[in-house]
């Protein structure tokens, strides 16, 4: 039995609340923060084109935040006013006894916590869909690319598929809310996404579409990758009635109903349309690196902190530097061929 089995309840002391002070985090360009995406491995049973390379090297597990570690962190956040969480990877259901932290996680909802979520490839969703239910999830995003077998084999290089799909599934008949995201990628899921879309409506599914992001070395040419939203949006227009909507879930996504499905649909264009002014997600990797941008370097070492002499001080601290480094925005490019990524680190190692 691990330590998270006595943890959870409202009157867990908060690390990164300092002298009882719960101030809550404002950068520098007064934005809020409340909504931190807490990364708890970089580890991933897929190997997705657009993410990672085929041969890809994985962290020591030793510079892994424990799952005791990772609820500190999370507790303290919510001490300083993050009421949302979601817990990403790579792939967190791959991580062992992950459920314990979504457990421990699930006893703060209601003392701070107002919202408890999951990013899944829903490999592994099958057979913990039921307990996250149960430790207080109540939504889960899935992504999910294409809906033809060979296609994700080849996307993902894994035949992995009917997994998924169970695990999409199992999470409905729990009770989760499911929204499937999925990266347009020109050539590849193009011409699909329209079925792609019909068919998460049709099952009760919320769906967003977002544009590949370039972080990272991967196999392929970035720019042979990259499909503006814009594009999409406008193929999608003439086969349905499109009407933008004030509907927000706490991201980036801007939302759109499409009047002959009666579902809606999230438009993520960190490209073509930032959407960085109202910024209110900071990111913490599974080493417990922060990153207030997921486009920026900025970053404080809260491992670094958590594991020192004074954490409460130290971790304190790391917070007020985070607040004043957080950019005003990110400058993603996909204009040159070959051209570096705009971060060397991978998306499943800062956290989907």
């Known amino acids: 039995m691990n330590k998270l089995t006595a943890l959870g309840g409202p009157r867990t002391p908060d690390i990164i609340s300092v002298g009882g002070a719960a101030a809550p985090l404002i950068d520098q360009f007064q934005r809020s923060i409340s909504y931190m ?13 657009y993410c990672m390379p085929e041969k890809m090297k994985f962290l020591p597990r030793r510079e892994v935040l424990t799952l005791e570690e990772l609820y500190e ?28 932290l979504f457990t421990a996680l699930g006893r703060r909802i209601g003392h701070g916590l107002e919202e408890l979520t999951l990013t899944t490839n829903a490999t592994q969703l099958a057979q913990h869909a039921d307990a996250l239910a149960k430790a207080g999830v109540r ?5 999910l690319d294409t809906l033809d077998r060979d ?6 290089r894994r035949d992995a598929l009917p997994q998924v799909l169970d695990g999409i599934a199992a999470a409905r008949d729990a009770g989760l809310k499911v929204k499937l995201n999925a990266v347009a990628l020109k050539g590849v899921n193009e011409e699909e996404l329209p079925e792609l879309i019909a068919w998460g409506h049709s099952q009760g599914h919320d769906v967003t579409l977002i544009e590949v992001m370039p972080l990272g070395d991967v196999d392929e040419e970035r720019l042979d990758q990259f499909l503006p939203l814009s594009v999409v949006r406008d193929r999608l227009e003439q086969r349905w009635q499109l009407e933008d909507i004030d509907h927000s879930t706490g991201g980036p996504a801007r939302y759109v109903r499409i009047a002959e499905t009666g579902g ?35 970053r404080v070492d809260l491992r670094a902190a958590l594991r020192s002499d004074n954490p409460e001080r130290n971790l304190a601290d790391a917070l007020a530097q985070a607040m004043m480094i957080k950019p005003e925005k990110h400058h993603f490019r996909m204009d040159e061929r070959g051209a570096e990524p705009a971060q060397p680190r991978h998306m499943s190692m800062t956290g989907g």
């Open 264 to 298: 809606r649909l999230g438009l993520i264009t960190p490209l073509t349309g930032n959407f960085c002014a109202g910024c209110n997600r900071l990111r913490v990797t599974a080493t417990g690196q922060l990153y207030p941008c997921l486009g920026g370097a900025e």
């Open 151 to 156: 296609r994700f084999a080849v996307l993902t």
């Open 73 to 100: 962190l999370a507790t303290g956040f919510i001490a300083r006013g993050v009421s949302k969480i979601r817990i990403t990877g790579g792939e967190p259901l791959v991580r062992r006894d992950i459920v314990d």
């Open 37 to 49: 995406r807490l990364s708890v491995t970089d580890r991933c049973d897929l190997r997705c084109t």
């Open 139 to 143: 939504r889960v995003n899935v992504s």
